[in-house]
């Protein structure tokens, strides 16, 4: 069994900078994978990034993904998701999974984290 749960969401002005967490406990194998995914109001969840926390090696599932950057502490087992230069149209709820493998399909995850609201203003 895997529990995660996202903190660090926020209102903030379109330009600024935000940093999500991802606390993941429970199997190291079922957590192996960590991803972002993201559901704006009236859209489908998409895929953000993934990181696998055993080589600490992230992929991002959309372009340009250069204003976001996973990355993790494994002394406490967190995941964060940085976000820069931050626009209106990233406003939404941003969730954390975890699973075997990365990949960018919902249905893959097996754990998800409760989300947190991210809201940009312009």
């Known amino acids: 069994q895997v529990h995660v749960v996202e903190s660090g969401g926020g209102s903030v002005q379109a330009g600024e900078s935000l940093r999500l967490l991802c606390a993941a406990s429970?199997?190291?194998?079922?957590?192996?994978?960590v991803a972002w995914f993201r559901q704006a109001p009236g859209k489908e969840r998409e895929g953000v990034g993934c990181?696998?926390?055993?080589?600490?090696?992230?992929v991002y599932y959309f372009s340009p993904s250069d204003r976001f950057t996973i990355s993790q502490d494994n002394a406490t087992n967190t995941v964060y998701l940085q976000m820069t230069s931050l626009k209106p149209e990233d406003t939404a709820m941003y969730y954390c999974a975890a699973y075997t493998r990365c990949s960018k399909f919902t249905d893959d995850y097996s754990y998800w984290g409760q989300g947190t609201q991210v809201t940009v203003s312009s």
């Open positions: 990181i696998y926390t055993d080589t600490s090696t992230a």
């Open positions: 429970g199997s190291a194998d079922s957590r192996r994978a």
